[in-house]
């Protein structure tokens, strides 16, 4: 089976340390309408580069997020909620690190379509911060 890999976010960096506290999460968009309609199988890769992330200041969570549009409106778009799956970057995350899940796995086949989200959760004062990238590795199936 030939795999290939596509990169969908180039080496970024998120920072939540100004979120106020408490404060529900905040969530940025990183990748949109990701398209896997040909993939059998898809695993998603996240190199965090660095982080900043102190003990007990709270997670940052990249989420994915099953994606469709609208025929009639394909400026429309649908998210399938909750999320598929995510990997979350804590203070006990090494740094750096390679962390990957597969997205078979939690949906059960490959979606035709994904959104990439971060989210910050904020649970004490402190750093909230991480350089990440993220690619998809992809076999035809």
Same mark, same amino acid.
């Given at each position: 089976?030939?795999?290939? &890999? ?16 408490? #404060? ?18 898809? &695993? ?17 969570? #990249?989420?994915?997020?099953?994606? &469709? ?14 999320? #598929? ?26 979606? &035709? ?18 350089? #990440? ?9």
């Amino acid at each position: 089976m030939v795999g290939y &890999t596509i990169e969908c976010l180039p080496k970024t960096s998120v920072d939540f340390s100004g979120m106020a506290f408490p #404060i529900v999460p905040q969530e940025v968009v990183l990748a949109d309408q990701i398209g896997l309609l040909h993939w059998g199988e898809v &695993t998603m890769a996240v190199r965090v580069h660095s982080h900043t992330l102190g003990a007990g200041t709270g997670t940052i969570v #990249i989420g994915v997020y099953q994606q &469709t549009v609208s025929d009639d409106d394909p400026g429309k778009t649908f998210l399938g909620l909750p999320g #598929i799956c995510s990997i979350a970057l804590t203070s006990a995350t090494p740094s750096p690190a390679y962390l990957t899940v597969s997205l078979n796995a939690s949906f059960g086949s490959s979606p &035709t379509m994904i959104r990439l989200v971060a989210q910050g959760f904020r649970l004490a004062l402190g750093s909230l911060a991480a350089t #990440i990238s993220i690619e998809l590795s992809v076999k035809e199936g």
